[in-house]
């Protein structure tokens, strides 16, 4: 995270952003949620709305958080950037998503290294307004704390092909509702261009398919509803976490980072 500090709570709980800092995020939400339209699943755009996110300033956090648990149940908590993964599942079994609290630099609207506000907030919090999949984050972090370090690996891998970057079938087509997707113009032209391999949504195909973080996705997993994917989670994840470990790998497909 060079050169980014994560900003601290007032004693209101609010986080203090600079007059260029809501210009960047109002030059973000602008072109992207323009952009998102015909790209991300209805829920999602509702979502943003719903949420009350627009260009005129960076959200609060406690803003966010308040309307998440009027409508779901969910909620937001501010954290320092990455988080510790205990930490991390932790939170998201009490349907509360961390939340890093600084904003990329002008210098790098396309594209930071790692998440901040306007990915976690305009990426990640609008799908938190819709039942079924706030309640596939509760149990994906009651599942992931339940089973510990051993299996945390492979659970990012389901977190990566889901929450970060999957895809979901709808009436109008193929629509992305991974925050990854919603966050990165690159990623969203990607997902939605007919050129990237699309899968039927597959826990242990999912398990046993690595990621690269720095490019855009070579495959993505498709599900049909939010409700599927809230109910994968009732097979026994730890056993098909073992199987996989046992079956290995399956082949990459994008080259090994240089």
């Known amino acids: 995270m060079a050169g980014y500090e994560s900003k601290l709570a007032r004693p209101d709980g609010t986080f203090s952003y600079s007059p260029e800092?809501?210009?960047v995020w109002g030059e973000l939400f602008a072109r992207q949620f323009a952009f998102l339209q015909d790209k991300m699943v209805p829920a999602y755009l509702d979502g943003v709305t719903r949420l009350g996110l627009n260009?005129?300033?960076?959200?609060q956090v406690r803003d966010v958080d308040a309307r998440l648990a009027t409508l779901t149940g969910a909620g937001v908590v501010g954290v320092p950037?990455?988080?510790?993964?205990?930490?991390?599942?932790?939170l998201l079994s009490q349907k509360k998503f961390p939340v890093a609290t600084f904003l990329r630099r002008r210098e790098e609207m396309d594209y930071i290294e790692e998440p901040d506000i306007f990915h976690e907030v305009f990426g990640h919090c609008p799908l938190l307004t819709d039942p079924d999949y706030a309640a596939f984050i509760e149990r994906f972090g009651t599942k992931a704390k339940a089973l510990g370090k051993p299996y945390s690996w492979r659970m990012f891998r389901l977190f990566w092909f889901?929450?970060?970057?999957?895809?979901?079938?709808?009436?109008?087509?193929l629509r992305g509702y991974g925050a990854g997707i919603a966050s990165s113009p690159s990623e969203a032209a990607h997902a939605l261009s007919g050129k990237a391999e699309m899968l039927p949504f597959d826990l242990m195909t999912i398990f046993r398919s690595p990621y690269r973080i720095d490019i855009v996705q070579p495959v993505y997993f498709v599900i049909e509803s939010f409700a599927q994917l809230a109910a994968s989670l009732d097979a026994d994840v730890g056993a098909m976490i073992d199987e996989a470990k046992r079956l290995g790998d399956l082949p990459a497909r994008f080259e090994k980072a240089a």
Do not use: L, S
């Open 162 to 173: 889901t929450v970060e970057f999957g895809m979901i079938r709808t009436p109008e087509g």
């Open 81 to 90: 950037a990455i988080i510790p993964p205990a930490q991390f599942f932790d």
């Open 21 to 23: 800092e809501d210009a």
């Open 55 to 59: 260009e005129g300033h960076v959200p």
